[in-house]
């Protein structure tokens, strides 16, 4: 996430899916190893699937653009309820 292609491609896929399954997308803040979400969810369900759909659309955005294959993120995340 450090190249200025992969920033823009993250960015693009985020507004892509920012409102699905009932999931939306509030404010997000791009680091140089990780991604801070804020994000407003009918309920639990909505959440998981909201975010699931998310972090495969910008696993396959950051692939198209490095030429490779496979997981991009790790397969665990931090969730806070506000």
Do not use: K, T
Not at 3 to 8: A, G, I, L, M
Not at 62 to 68: A, E, S
Not at 69 to 81: D, K, M, S
Request: charged share 20%; glycine share 8%; aromatic share 6%.
């Amino acid at each position: 996430m450090r190249c200025f292609e992969s920033r823009r491609v993250l960015v693009a896929a985020i507004a892509a899916g920012r409102d699905r399954f009932g999931c939306r997308i509030v404010h997000f803040s791009l680091q140089s190893n990780h991604v801070h979400l804020l994000c407003e969810a009918n309920d639990q369900v909505s959440l998981s699937r909201g975010l699931r759909g998310l972090v495969i659309r910008m696993a396959r955005a950051i692939n198209r653009v490095h030429g490779l294959r496979g997981p991009v993120w790790a397969g665990r995340y931090h969730a806070r309820i506000l």
